[in-house]
């Protein structure tokens, strides 16, 4: 069993920047797909970003295009999301994930298994 550990949360004003983390634990995950997901307050949790195994294909929500970046470093374990630009509608808790097929890549959370704790992040107008 992996264990995924998100950090790197917290309030920022709208145009600024967070980077957020995801460290695994317990097990690699450098096989695996990974990607970031979100939930707002009375929302259903949406996607953000996804990574391949590899790092090299990288999928975005619209809504992130172009603000957002995710990579991973396989030797440390861990993935991130450089979040620049931040809007209002960026907050949300924060979720990263761990596909459950091997050398997948997904939106959707029925491919995932494997979930942290979330992390909140508060933009501020």
């Known amino acids: 069993q992996v264990q995924l550990v998100e950090s790197g949360g917290g309030l920022v004003q709208a145009g600024g920047s967070l980077r957020l983390s995801c460290a695994a634990l317990?097990?690699?995950?450098?096989?695996?797909?990974m990607g970031w997901f979100r939930q707002a307050p009375g929302k259903e949790r949406e996607f953000v970003a996804a990574?391949?195994?590899?790092?090299?294909?990288?999928n975005y929500a619209d809504s992130v295009k172009g603000r957002f970046t995710i990579s991973r470093d396989n030797a440390k374990n861990t993935m991130y999301l450089q979040m620049n630009s931040l809007k209002p509608e960026d907050t949300a808790l924060y979720y990263c994930g761990r596909t459950s097929a091997s050398y997948a890549l997904s939106q959707w959370p029925y491919d995932y298994d494997q979930w942290g704790q979330g992390i909140q992040v508060t933009v501020s107008t």
């Open positions: 317990g097990r690699t995950v450098s096989n695996y797909g």
């Open positions: 990574i391949n195994w590899s790092g090299v294909v990288t």
